[in-house]
């Protein structure tokens, strides 16, 4: 790779992890072709990238900027995944596929300017996406509302019952008065 195409590297580098909302480190070694395209699969799915890159390249991509915390975690051959939308997609995807391949190792990550060893990144995976998390809040934006709904609903459906036992009633003093005679 000669200067120029480093410098087009670095800055392709920077503009993606400047807009990135967490990264996930992981020592890829031992995977085959096979294993590593599944990882991309999942991790596109859920809207994340993952590049293959050489720890100088990145370091120099993240050097000035607070990411450049992650420094000590680039050594060795790394891959590095990351999200533009959900900072929990890419940890709960690598995290997943760590536990089935061995071979993938998670070196660290960082997310809302905080480098996170292995452990933390796992952490971070056991959190709820932002899905998820959009979901529960609106259902609870709505549930006063239903719940309104439900009790205007009742007072109608209430004088329902009443009247229709009271019919009941009326129809059983009724029947029961001509079946005496």
Known sequence: MNKEEKATEVADLQQALARAQSLVLADFRG??????NE???ALRSQDCHYRVVKNTLVKRAISNTPMALVGPLLTGPTAIAFSYVDPVAPAKVVSKFE?????LTIKGGYVDGQVLDAAGVKQLSQMKGK???RAEFLATLVAPAQQFVRLLAAAPMNLLYALQARGRQMDGGADGGASES
């Not at 995977?31 to 590593?36: G, I, N, S």
């Open 99 to 103: 536990g089935d391949l061995p071979k």
């Open 131 to 133: 899905d998820q998390l």
């Open 31 to 36: 995977l085959t072709v096979q294993q590593t």
């Open 39 to 41: 990882l991309r699969r």
